[in-house]
């Protein structure tokens, strides 16, 4: 009976008092991690009750179902960034890439049938980090690139590009960080983290992608799911991809960006159909699609 009233009170806090990464951790049997605020327990665990009453068992299905529950959510960058790495945790603010960790966390857990902010928050690590656990801020995936590569090992991900009709394949440097630590808050005086995170980059990686022309090509649009995780691949010198979210087909069979919108503010629907979307980009060549593994 105490045990239940205690999760009650839990579930109850609003934004109020932030929670301590300690009793946080310790409850969550992870040795750090912090919330936006206290709420961030209460909105996830009304997520999953939500995703376990829809019904919904295929994770494509479940990834457009959080998505839209996630309409409207603030953007707001950096949200991972401290002095010290840390399980940041914040479902009241996404940027595009903790957009679809939180729907890959949220969906893992659903098809897990386990329903308590703890387990998202565990999916959440495994995600994000390289081996699935935490180290410090060169642990963290940083490239979508590494993200598939070792997501896939692990069995959390595929890369179904390959399998896109017309797909094709690109070799890069992916090393924009190391190149440019000024602009990264942990590198910029850190020259033993640069050198961390210059071990992890890839040279002359070669991925396939699909380049945007394609798009509004019939075989393509009909091999493209909903709840299919998408990234924009870009020419900038050093990236892979320089945007994420989720497509979402509609009755017309047309795909759309579902995403986590700097320019918007918001986690929002684009209007536009994805080749549409992207037609007259300067930097965005072409997408990548992943599907979580079953």
């Known amino acids: 009976m105490k045990k239940t009233l205690l999760l009650l009170i839990v579930l109850l806090m609003a934004c109020g008092s932030k929670q301590t990464s300690q009793q946080v951790a ?13 709420s961030d327990t209460t909105v996830i665990n009304d997520l999953l009750k939500k995703g376990y009453e829809s019904g919904l068992s295929d994770a494509n ?34 940027d595009c890439l903790t957009f679809i960790e939180s729907l890959y966390a949220l969906t893992k857990a ?9 387990d998202y928050a565990a999916n959440i690590e495994n995600v994000r980090y390289r081996g699935g656990e935490m180290g410090d801020y060169s642990t963290r995936i940083h490239y979508i690139s590494e993200w598939i590569i070792d997501n896939h090992v692990r069995g959390n991900l595929v890369e ?6 017309h797909a094709d394949y690109m070799i890069k440097d992916i090393d924009y960080m190391s190149r440019n630590p000024e602009k990264y808050r942990q590198l910029k005086n850190d020259t033993a983290m640069v050198e961390k995170i210059r071990r992890h980059e ?3 990686h070669r991925f396939p992608y699909l380049k945007r022309s394609w798009l509004n090509d019939k075989d393509v649009k009909a091999a493209l799911r909903s709840g299919d995780f998408v990234s924009l691949v870009t020419k900038a010198e050093g990236l892979d991809v320089s945007h994420n979210g ?49």
């Open 26 to 38: 310790h409850a969550a049997t992870m040795t750090q991690m912090r919330f936006h605020c206290d």
């Open 160 to 165: 179904v590009t390959p399998d896109l009709p």
């Open 246 to 294: 989720i497509i979402i087909v509609d009755e017309k069979g047309d795909p759309y960006l579902l995403d986590a919108s700097m320019s918007g503010g918001k986690v929002m629907l684009e209007r536009k159909p994805l080749f549409k979307y992207l037609e007259n980009s300067k930097t965005n060549i072409g997408i990548r699609v992943f599907r979580m593994m079953p």
């Open 202 to 204: 890839l040279r002359k």
């Open 110 to 118: 659903t098809l897990a049938g386990r329903y308590s902010w703890r």
């Open 61 to 94: 299905a479940l990834i457009e179902f959080y998505a839209r529950q996630l309409l409207g959510t603030p953007y707001v960058a950096h949200t991972l960034e401290s002095d010290k790495e840390i399980l940041t945790i914040n479902i009241h603010e996404l």
